[in-house]
C-alpha cells in the first residue's frame, strides 16, 4: 500500500530563516505534485514534478523531486508571513490514482 | 472564469438520509476526482474519472457512489450517510491525470447526525 509521509507536521519558523519540507512515499512514481491550502479555503497547486530530478521554483518555494530516494522536497528560502499556510504533496499511484500526504502547517512569526 | 463549482457548500443531515453534493467544471477537463479531508489525515481521495463513463475507485469508496455521464459534471453520492461521514470534501479537475495539475472546487463541509 502506498503511503505518503510529510516532515514535519507543523512548523513555526521566523521571518528570514531557511527550512525545508520532507515528503516521502513508498512506491515508485515520478509524478509529485505540491499543493498549498490556506486556512478555510480550498487547494492551489505550486509545482508538478515529472521526472528524476526535476527541480521547480517559484518565488521563496523551491521543490525538488528525487525518485529512486522516493523523495520530494519543499525548500523555503527567506520565509515571509505570506508563506503561513498547509503544504500537501501528492504522489500519483497509477494514472489518476492520487495519494496526499498529511500535510505541514507553516507558520512564520515576525 | 475557469472553475470548478460544488455544492452544496455547507450541509447538515440526519444518518440514512440520501443525498448528493454535485460537481461541475467548465474546463474541458478529462480527469475529475473526490477527496475528502480529515484533521491529521490529509486528503483522501474516494472515487475518479478518467474520462466520461469511465470511474474508478480510490483509497476510500466505502459508502459512497458516482457517476460520470458529463464530461462537466461528477456528482458524488451518499445513499446512507453515517457520521463517519462528516468531512470537507473537495472536488477536483485536471486536463487529464498523471501529468497535470489538478484544480479543486470550493470544498463541502458535510455534517452527519
Same mark, same amino acid.
Given at each position: ?110 | ?9 455547507? !450541509?447538515?443531515?440526519v444518518t440514512g438520509k440520501? !443525498? ?60 446512507s450517510p ?5 468531512? !470537507? ?23 452527519? !447526525?
Amino acid at each position: 500500500e502506498l503511503k505518503v509521509e510529510q516532515n514535519p507536521l507543523f512548523l513555526s519558523m521566523q521571518e528570514g530563516k531557511n527550512y525545508t519540507i520532507y515528503c516521502n512515499y513508498s512506491t515508485t512514481s515520478d509524478r509529485l505534485y505540491w499543493y498549498r491550502q490556506d486556512p478555510g479555503k480550498s487547494l492551489e497547486s505550486l509545482f508538478v514534478l515529472l521526472s528524476n530530478g526535476a527541480v521547480k521554483q517559484e518565488g521563496r518555494l523551491m521543490a525538488s523531486l528525487d525518485t529512486k530516494a522516493r523523495l520530494s522536497t519543499l525548500h523555503i528560502t527567506a520565509a515571509v508571513h505570506d508563506l503561513s499556510a498547509t503544504y500537501f504533496c501528492a504522489v500519483d499511484m497509477v494514472a489518476g490514482d492520487m495519494r496526499f500526504g498529511a500535510g505541514t502547517r507553516l507558520t512564520v512569526k515576525p | 472564469e475557469a472553475q470548478v463549482t460544488q455544492n452544496p457548500r455547507y !450541509l447538515i443531515t440526519v444518518t440514512g438520509k440520501k !443525498l448528493t453534493v454535485t460537481c461541475s467544471q467548465n474546463m474541458n477537463h478529462e480527469y475529475m476526482s473526490w477527496y475528502r479531508q480529515d484533521p491529521g489525515l490529509g486528503l483522501r481521495q474516494i472515487y475518479y474519472s478518467m474520462n466520461v463513463e469511465v470511474t474508478d475507485k480510490g483509497d476510500v469508496p466505502e459508502g459512497y457512489k458516482v457517476s460520470r455521464k458529463e464530461k462537466r459534471n461528477f456528482p458524488l453520492i451518499l445513499e446512507s450517510p453515517s457520521p463517519n461521514q462528516t468531512s !470537507l470534501y473537495f472536488c477536483a479537475s485536471s486536463p487529464a491525470s498523471g501529468y497535470n495539475e489538478q484544480f479543486f472546487g470550493p470544498g463541502t463541509r458535510l455534517t452527519v !447526525l
